[in-house]
């Protein structure tokens, strides 16, 4: 929007141009909603998500959609490109986690399995463990995966 005010040329003029660019190279330039978008900024978005992930531990995609202004799936593809690189994260049913929440969450399911006096089901340590009555899709994709691991 910024761009045709300071070229003196028409808004028209340069969403063409843009998508002349991300035609012909789609490697460096995305067109997401009318907007430009380059590896860089997906680069810098990864370090700023990741530094929010070290704060919280934990980050929903739909949140981190919402805050960036971009799709749920464009988001979960470009960070997923960028974990292990730019992103020390773990994606696991929507939701990014650091390696130190999920080992955190580890050592307390085998806690709570060690504590188990009688067999126990799934649904039944994830709410000892994450302190719920009910827990949601979220963790739960997590927490059988961390169980399967255990097993």
Same mark, same amino acid.
Request: aromatic residues 4%.
């Given at each position: ?5 300071? @070229?003196?040329?028409? @808004? ?11 035609? *012909? ?6 067109? #997401?909603? *009318? *907007? ?12 700023? #998500? &990741?530094? @929010?992930?070290?704060?919280? &531990?934990? #980050?929903?995609?739909? *949140? ?7 799709? #749920?799936? !464009?988001? %979960?593809?470009? @960070? ?28 307390? !399911? ?7 006096? %009688?067999?126990? %089901? ?5 709410? +000892? ?14 927490? +059988? ?7």
């Amino acid at each position: 929007v910024d761009l045709p005010n300071h @070229l003196q040329v028409d @808004l028209s003029h340069c969403q063409k141009q843009a998508r002349i660019l991300a035609d *012909e190279d789609p490697d460096r330039f995305l067109l #997401v909603e *009318e *907007e430009l978008i380059t590896p860089q900024y997906f680069d810098g978005l990864a370090a700023e #998500v &990741g530094e @929010l992930l070290q704060e919280t &531990g934990q #980050v929903a995609l739909a *949140e981190l959609a919402v805050r960036f202004a971009l799709s #749920v799936d !464009l988001l %979960s593809q470009k @960070l997923n490109q960028r974990m292990g690189t730019h992103l020390d994260a773990h994606l696991e049913g929507g939701l990014l986690y650091t390696p130190a929440y999920v080992a955190r969450l580890a050592a307390q !399911l085998r806690g709570a399995l060690r504590a188990a006096a %009688s067999p126990l %089901s799934v649904s039944a340590v994830s709410s +000892q463990v994450l302190g719920t009555k009910k827990t949601g899709g979220t963790h739960a994709a997590l927490v +059988q995966s961390t169980l399967e691991e255990l097993a």
